[in-house]
């Protein structure tokens, strides 16, 4: 019976990876289905592990932090918001205020003077809006791109990781927090495997 629930939970956790894993992989935003359906099997198998007695706390942990390393080198292509990371990140690097110039000014200016401006300005959904997003956020725009360069793919990517290596205190707080209030280890399983959290950070 114990060998039964171990192939149970097993069998689910695969479920929930491989829809997460084609979540963030091959899900395109103008392709409802390739959301939909991996979205619904993940949270089915997150429901499914998220009510189950024999997933301890550190198998969770330990399969949210698989989870999370997939996303940071997977390209989040269900949003647009990233070009705009991106160009602020780009302005900076140039020595050009984001809060100063929409990218339809720079652009036609000429200011942004790198081969893929062109490209990835066709691909923002904020052309002709200055920048919203604050301080703290620029400089992480800023030191993603001076790392990435014109590579907007490494710049994902080290832009995730930046997200990740915030969480990790939050998800270790929250667990030394759950012991001193004794609340139960689901409620940080239920934090841990949230397929919303993982494929939108």
Known sequence: QNRNRMAALVAVTAAYLAALGFLLFRSRQQDFPSICIPCTIAFCAYAAMSMRADLSLRHAFFIGMLARAMACMSFPSLSDDLYRFWWDGQCLVHGINPF??????????????????????????????????????????????????????????????????????????????????????????LYLLNPLLIAES
């Not at 720079?106 to 081969?115: I, T, V, Y």
């Not at 904020?126 to 790392?147: E, G, M, N, T, W």
């Open 100 to 189: 100063e110039f929409t990218p339809r000014e720079l652009l036609s200016q000429g200011a942004l003077d790198m081969p893929s401006a062109a490209e990835n300005f066709r691909l923002l959904n904020s052309k002709d809006y200055h920048s919203v997003y604050p301080s703290f956020c620029q400089l992480l725009f800023f030191i993603s791109a001076r790392i990435a360069g014109d590579d907007l793919q490494l710049f994902a990517v080290v832009l995730r990781l930046f997200f990740f290596a915030a969480e990790l205190p939050a998800i270790l707080l929250f667990n030394k927090a759950r012991k001193m209030f004794s609340v139960r280890s689901q409620a940080c399983i």
